[in-house]
């Protein structure tokens, strides 16, 4: 349903839940101030950028979202994607790039692609989201130490080897800042959990470096001062090749900002008892994305810390989201210009605090228990993203789950030979009244039954199943009423059989057939070749056609064989189906 969750939650909107909105709203506003200015310089870019996409970007999400309380703005996740995109293709890139991924966003809502995004595999998002907790903190380290060097490299090995060489130039007086902020924000929650522990590290460790006149560096010394003012939207320098290079960045922010976003969705609504709708976030996504970079803005997406500080403080409508871009809107325009005076170091231990939330390093150490497949690609999305690429390593982390998937498909799909000859047959036992055991099965009859789905990547495994037949029998019969659903390359494989069985003199049947399959079945041209008299609801009516195809007698069926429908619908036209049932 296309429908704001501030359009419902409103209709029912009093004056007690507004205040409570209002107290959770400048909560999270004053949380955000620190976090949005620190992604915004750790993304290489002016600390006002992480103000505008945090008031434009939050304001947008808060209204147009599927949420009750997620909370929009810039996030740790696209600081590797970012810095990569304005050191590459400079501020026009960092302008194009997430306009194209906000489109994206906004299609993917609109195809209802919301529960898809929810599917991706979980060493995929623990691998880049461990990689991308190893690269904040490592670009951090110059400022963390105060070290004099110039430019961080981008690389992580180079950005070691430079502080390596730089290690000598550390300075003290940084040490000691980051130190005192990284301390305030561990143990302030056990004094106060109302007033956020960040901003009061911000506050302390600023007016610390002034009356102690401390020789760190400071944000009005590397960026100058801070714009209090929003900025008029400008639109890009746009050029084709300029598309065509960020088309992957492009769809990497896309992916991120979904699935960081729907996954901040239903932990909050875990929290609060309520459901989210997914594809409604999606646009609400992509037009936040499509509007922030106009005004200066970088990337953004749900941020689950603050989301969670909004549920804690009392928010449970998107009015507390609304209110939280309007408080940093006044801070900016009012206070904007003292913002020049914080440390970098400060936020340097913020954002250490915050890479070390986002490495889950616990959740990754227990993946490494996991099956060596998954292993294997939870390590490989987690080095792709520290060494080489956050576009590689999730490109390469979805394909590697993707053939994993398929092998695992492909090994919980059997087919088995269910005639006289293989009497091992897994899933057929005495007991069972709809086995072949129970039936009379003549000698120029074969029976396959596939149980699992029939995807392509079980195709392989039905093949090499047909090749156990040692000779060539009039009638084979398919059996697959374990099989709820089959994609092209299982009908792709059943017409292979067809022409193959027919140029040997083979006349296949299709029995126990259920509905997924009937109607892929009846829409594509297997239906054609294999004929409609040939494709059958149970197995009775299948080994009857074999006998008449052969020639012999009817066999009484006993009463234990009681006939199965393996489907609710049967094919219209189909007098073998209308039959069955």
Same mark, same amino acid.
């Given at each position: 349903?296309?429908?704001?969750?501030?359009?419902?939650?409103?209709?029912?909107?009093?004056?007690?839940?507004?205040?409570?909105?209002?107290?959770?709203?400048?909560?999270?506003?004053?949380?955000?101030?620190?976090?949005?200015?620190?992604?915004?310089?750790?993304?290489?870019?002016?600390?006002?950028?992480?103000?505008?996409?945090?008031?434009?970007?939050?304001?947008?999400?808060?209204?147009?979202?599927?949420?009750?309380?997620?909370?929009?703005?810039?996030?740790?996740?696209?600081?590797?994607?970012?810095?990569?995109?304005?050191?590459?293709?400079?501020?026009?890139?960092?302008?194009?790039?997430?306009?194209?991924?906000?489109?994206?966003?906004?299609?993917?809502?609109?195809?209802?692609?919301?529960?898809?995004?929810?599917?991706?595999?979980?060493?995929?998002?623990?691998?880049?989201?461990?990689?991308?907790?190893?690269?904040?903190?490592?670009?951090?380290?110059?400022?963390?130490?105060?070290?004099?060097?110039?430019?961080?490299?981008?690389?992580?090995?180079?950005?070691?080897?430079?502080?390596?060489?730089?290690?000598?130039?550390?300075?003290?007086?940084?040490?000691?800042?980051?130190?005192?902020?990284?301390?305030?924000?561990?143990?302030?929650?056990?004094?106060?959990?109302?007033?956020?522990?960040?901003?009061?590290?911000?506050?302390?460790?600023?007016?610390?470096?002034?009356?102690?006149?401390?020789?760190?560096?400071?944000?009005?010394?590397?960026?100058?001062?801070?714009?209090?003012?929003?900025?008029?939207?400008?639109?890009?320098?746009?050029?084709?090749?300029?598309?065509?290079?960020?088309?992957?960045?492009?769809?990497?922010?896309?992916?991120?900002?979904?699935?960081?976003?729907?996954?901040?969705?239903?932990?909050?609504?875990?929290?609060?008892?309520?459901?989210?709708?997914?594809?409604?976030?999606?646009?609400?996504?992509?037009?936040?994305?499509?509007?922030?970079?106009?005004?200066?803005?970088?990337?953004?997406?749900?941020?689950?810390?603050?989301?969670?500080?909004?549920?804690?403080?009392?928010?449970?409508?998107?009015?507390?989201?609304?209110?939280?871009?309007?408080?940093?809107?006044?801070?900016?325009?009012?206070?904007?210009?003292?913002?020049?005076?914080?440390?970098?170091?400060?936020?340097?231990?913020?954002?250490?605090?915050?890479?070390?939330?986002?490495?889950?390093?616990?959740?990754?150490?227990?993946?490494? #228990? *996991?099956?060596?497949?998954?292993?294997? +690609? !939870? =390590? %490989?999305?987690?080095?792709?993203?520290? @060494? $080489?690429?956050?576009?590689?390593?999730?490109?390469?982390?979805?394909?590697?789950?993707?053939?994993?998937?398929?092998?695992?498909?492909?090994?919980?799909?059997?087919?088995?030979?269910?005639?006289?000859?293989?009497?091992?047959?897994?899933?057929?036992?005495?007991?069972?009244?709809?086995?072949?055991?129970?039936?009379?099965?003549?000698?120029?009859?074969?029976?396959?039954?596939?149980?699992?789905?029939?995807?392509?990547?079980?195709?392989?495994?039905?093949?090499?199943?047909?090749?156990?037949?040692?000779?060539?029998?009039?009638?084979?019969?398919?059996?697959?009423?374990?099989?709820?659903?089959?994609?092209?390359?299982?009908?792709?494989?059943?017409?292979?059989?067809?022409? #193959? *069985?027919?140029?040997?003199?083979?006349? +296949? !049947? =299709? %029995?126990?057939?259920?509905?997924?399959? @009937? $109607?892929?079945?009846?829409?594509?041209?297997?239906?054609?070749?294999?004929?409609?008299?040939?494709?059958?609801?149970?197995?009775?009516?299948?080994?009857?056609?074999?006998?008449?195809?052969?020639?012999?007698?009817?066999?009484?069926?006993?009463?234990?064989?009681?006939?199965?429908?393996?489907?609710?619908?049967?094919?219209?036209?189909?007098?073998?189906?209308?039959?069955?049932?």
């Amino acid at each position: 349903m296309y429908v704001p969750k501030l359009l419902t939650t409103l209709q029912s909107y009093d004056r007690r839940q507004f205040t409570a909105d209002l107290t959770a709203g400048v909560i999270v506003g004053i949380v955000a101030l620190p976090l949005a200015i620190a992604f915004a310089i750790a993304s290489g870019v002016a600390p006002e950028r992480g103000l505008y996409t945090a008031i434009v970007a939050g304001f947008i999400i808060s209204v147009l979202g599927g949420s009750r309380v997620q909370i929009g703005g810039p996030t740790g996740a696209f600081v590797v994607i970012v810095y990569g995109i304005v050191q590459k293709f400079g501020i026009d890139g960092l302008i194009v790039a997430p306009l194209m991924a906000g489109v994206i966003l906004v299609i993917m809502g609109a195809v209802r692609l919301g529960s898809v995004i929810k599917f991706i595999p979980h060493p995929v998002v623990i691998g880049f989201t461990s990689g991308i907790a190893v690269i904040i903190f490592s670009s951090e380290v110059k400022d963390l130490l105060g070290l004099r060097m110039g430019a961080v490299p981008a690389g992580f090995v180079e950005k070691w080897s430079a502080i390596v060489q730089h290690i000598e130039s550390v300075n003290p007086d940084a040490i000691g800042l980051s130190v005192l902020t990284i301390l305030i924000i561990l143990v302030w929650p056990r004094v106060e959990r109302r007033i956020p522990g960040p901003f009061i590290a911000l506050l302390v460790a600023t007016v610390a470096a002034q009356l102690l006149h401390l020789d760190v560096e400071t944000i009005g010394s590397r960026f100058g001062g801070i714009s209090a003012a929003l900025p008029h939207p400008v639109l890009p320098h746009l050029s084709v090749e300029l598309v065509r290079s960020l088309v992957a960045p492009a769809f990497t922010i896309a992916i991120l900002g979904a699935v960081e976003s729907l996954l901040s969705a239903v932990v909050a609504d875990g929290m609060i008892g309520s459901r989210h709708r997914s594809n409604m976030e999606l646009i609400a996504q992509g037009v936040a994305n499509i509007v922030s970079p106009l005004f200066g803005g970088i990337p953004a997406t749900g941020a689950i810390a603050r989301t969670a500080t909004n549920v804690k403080s009392g928010g449970r409508t998107p009015v507390a989201g609304v209110v939280h871009a309007l408080t940093l809107l006044l801070i900016t325009l009012f206070f904007g210009r003292w913002a020049a005076l914080i440390p970098l170091s400060v936020l340097a231990g913020i954002l250490v605090i915050v890479a070390y939330n986002m490495s889950e390093w616990r959740t990754f150490v227990a993946e490494l #228990r *996991a099956p060596k497949s998954d292993v294997a +690609v !939870l =390590l %490989a999305t987690f080095l792709l993203t520290v @060494l $080489v690429d956050l576009t590689v390593a999730i490109s390469v982390g979805m394909v590697s789950a993707s053939f994993l998937f398929m092998r695992r498909m492909a090994e919980v799909t059997n087919v088995s030979v269910v005639t006289r000859e293989l009497h091992d047959a897994p899933d057929e036992y005495v007991g069972d009244p709809n086995g072949v055991r129970q039936r009379t099965v003549p000698d120029q009859v074969e029976v396959f039954e596939v149980n699992g789905p029939f995807f392509f990547g079980a195709a392989e495994t039905f093949r090499d199943t047909l090749s156990q037949i040692g000779r060539h029998p009039k009638v084979l019969i398919v059996r697959l009423r374990h099989v709820p659903a089959i994609d092209s390359t299982g009908l792709h494989v059943l017409k292979e059989l067809v022409h #193959r *069985a027919r140029h040997e003199g083979t006349l +296949v !049947l =299709l %029995a126990d057939v259920h509905t997924q399959p @009937l $109607v892929a079945i009846s829409r594509s041209a297997l239906l054609d070749d294999i004929g409609e008299d040939n494709l059958f609801g149970n197995l009775d009516d299948a080994l009857d056609r074999a006998r008449h195809h052969l020639g012999l007698p009817m066999v009484q069926r006993p009463a234990s064989a009681v006939p199965t429908v393996a489907r609710e619908t049967p094919m219209p036209g189909s007098a073998a189906l209308k039959r069955s049932t």
